[in-house]
Structures are given as structure tokens and as C-alpha cells.
């Protein structure tokens, strides 16, 4: 995998960090506080330039209200989503829409579907957050990463490939809310990324899906899987 100078860190669960070539921080899905996957257990000290959120369920949304209190990042979400936040107190949402390109912090990010629900519990309700997503960041030194959200594998996925030709993907495999070993392959095969990394598996125990059964399932594939632990980042 060449990241041609970014850094990307896995945070366990859905949660990535990372740092462009020009010092930015992106955050996607940043669960912290209450995420069992995660080394950090509070949310970041230091600066982040912008959050991307997939969906409204608590292990995506995480701890991005106190992190935009904090740093003021700019914060990408669908349209419902961002309403919410917006009501909750966050000041710099930039919300968009499937199929929708916009550029952030030197990132160039597309919102693109996601075939799973999206809804944020409150106060014993269930509060409609629009549609789920994934995106397509193309990042200042050409390099292409998908965030597929929590997502079922869709055919679609052709048309992410014919359209953005992502570099690198990260895929859910754990199963159960989402995609497992055998259909996130399938993704992968509809993708055609150059390496694809797995997620969402591990944190609880319903995520049965091992990143050991998704390697057997690929394997013929001839794209490179690369297993990060919580906490690893790779330059
Ligand atoms: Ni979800
Ligand atoms: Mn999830």
C-alpha cells in the first residue's frame, strides 16, 4: 500500500484518523469515549480539520459533538444529520448529499450510498438522520480512500469503482449490522481496489466476521488485504 506521505491510523470499529501530506486531520466515524476497540479513550487532544460522520447510530456518530465543541472542525454529514447537529450546538456542518462531491480541509469528498438504516437514539424516540453513506475522499497527492459506512455489499459498488477508482478501501466485514467475510469479498471483487482494509469486526461480540476467514474469501482476488490493529497507523 503506497499512502505517498498521508498517515492513516485505525481507531478501532469504524473510526480512521487521518493526516494529509499538509498537516490536516480528518476523522471518520470518530467513536472514542464509549468505543470498546479503541487505545484512545477520551476524544483528541490536539487539532482536527474535519470529521466525516456515515451515519446517526452511536458507534459512528461517537463523541463528533464534543469534538466539533472542541476544534471546530468542519463536520460532513447528509442533510438530516447535520440538521440535528446543528440543533445540538455544532457550528461549522457543511451537509451535502448522495452523489455529491465538496472540498474540505485539501480533501476532495463524495458522499456515495450505503445499503444499511440510519437513526439517533434519544430520550427513548427514534430520530430520523437521513439516508446512511459512505465516502470517497481524494486526497491532495492523488490518493484515493473509501469509507463504506456500515454497509450490506450493493452492485452499485460497480459504479464507485467506474466513477472514482478508489486506491484503498475500507470495508465492514463483522457481519451481523453489516456485511461479513464472504459478501464484503464480493465488494471487493465490484470495487477493484488496489488493497483493502477491514473493519467494523471484533468490537462486540455479534461482530463475528475475523479478518482471517475475509483474507480466505479474497485470496484470489489479487488485492493486497492489510489487517491493522486498533491503534496502528501506517505511513
Ligand atoms: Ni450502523
Ligand atoms: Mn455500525
Request: proline share 6%; net charge negative; with cysteine.
Amino acid at each position: 500500500m503506497d499512502l505517498q506521505g498521508l498517515k492513516l491510523t485505525w481507531l478501532g470499529h469504524s473510526n480512521f484518523r487521518i493526516l494529509n501530506t499538509g498537516g490536516q486531520v480528518v476523522l471518520i466515524d470518530p467513536w472514542f469515549t464509549e468505543n470498546p476497540a479503541s487505545p484512545e479513550k477520551s476524544i483528541p487532544k490536539k487539532k482536527v480539520d474535519l470529521v466525516l460522520i456515515t451515519h446517526g447510530h452511536f458507534d459512528h456518530l461517537g463523541d463528533a459533538i464534543e469534538i466539533a465543541k472542541k476544534h471546530g472542525p468542519k463536520v460532513i454529514g447528509i442533510f438530516e444529520l447535520c440538521a440535528w447537529l446543528q440543533k445540538k450546538g455544532v457550528e461549522n456542518c457543511s451537509p451535502m448529499n448522495l452523489g455529491g462531491s465538496q472540498s474540505a480541509a485539501d480533501v476532495r469528498v463524495t458522499m456515495v450510498p450505503a445499503r444499511h438504516s440510519s437513526g439517533i437514539q434519544e430520550d427513548g424516540q427514534m430520530i430520523y438522520a437521513g439516508e446512511p453513506c459512505g465516502y470517497v475522499m481524494e486526497f491532495e497527492n492523488g490518493v484515493k480512500i473509501y469509507h463504506a459506512g456500515d454497509t450490506a455489499v450493493f452492485s452499485d459498488m460497480q459504479l464507485i469503482h467506474e466513477l472514482y477508482r478508489p486506491d484503498i478501501a475500507l470495508l465492514p466485514i463483522g457481519d451481523h449490522y453489516t456485511m461479513g467475510p464472504r459478501e464484503a469479498a464480493c465488494a471487493v471483487s465490484l470495487l477493484r481496489p488496489k488493497t483493502v482494509i477491514p473493519m467494523h469486526f471484533g468490537t462486540f461480540p455479534a461482530l463475528t466476521g475475523t479478518a482471517d476467514e475475509f483474507k480466505k474469501h479474497v485470496e484470489d482476488l489479487g488485492v493486497e488485504v492489510v489487517v491493522m490493529k486498533p491503534g496502528q497507523t501506517i505511513e
